[in-house]
């Protein structure tokens, strides 16, 4: 036997140490936006109980009920991505901050804004390498935005 064990032990160590971070990270939110467990819990649609074992590093949410849990704590999911490791984080821009930081449009507003704004920021940039040039076109395909109908301006 090698070192199985302890290989289990340490990759167990990991997951409860990303399990806490996200649910201490969760519980300084919660507390910022003077929301009680009871009322976020109601808000994000999970069970009290199941909040309370995210919050103390017992449970690791999956991605869906991190987004539940972000909707209910008017963040950006992708702030609870990255903070639970699902995500790495992209370098931060005045532009990209104020998006995430808005209250007043939806996850899926903010997505693609954020999308449109990179894409234009990539297309600008004279220093753009082929193999990210590459990965955008694949991204693209994905996540293709069908140009608007043109109308005709009769006089």
Known sequence: MVDEPDDM????????????DIGSFIRSQ??????SLRQLAQLAGVSNPYLSQIERG??????????????????????????AGI???????PVRDA???????????KQVLLEIYESFRRENDPHQ????DQADASDE???????PPRQEIRE
Do not use: F, N
């Open 30 to 35: 919660r507390e910022a936006a003077q929301v």
């Open 141 to 147: 395909e994905e996540h293709e935005i069908a140009d």
């Open 58 to 83: 017992l449970r690791k949410p999956s991605a869906d009920v991190l987004a539940q849990i972000a909707k209910g704590l008017r963040v950006s999911s992708e702030v609870l991505y990255v903070q």
């Open 9 to 20: 032990s340490s990759a167990a160590r990991v997951v409860a140490g990303a399990a806490q």
């Open 87 to 93: 995500l790495e984080q992209r370098p931060h821009s």
């Open 99 to 109: 998006l995430l930081a808005d209250g007043a449009i939806t996850e899926r507003q």
């Open 129 to 132: 390498s082929e193999s990210a």
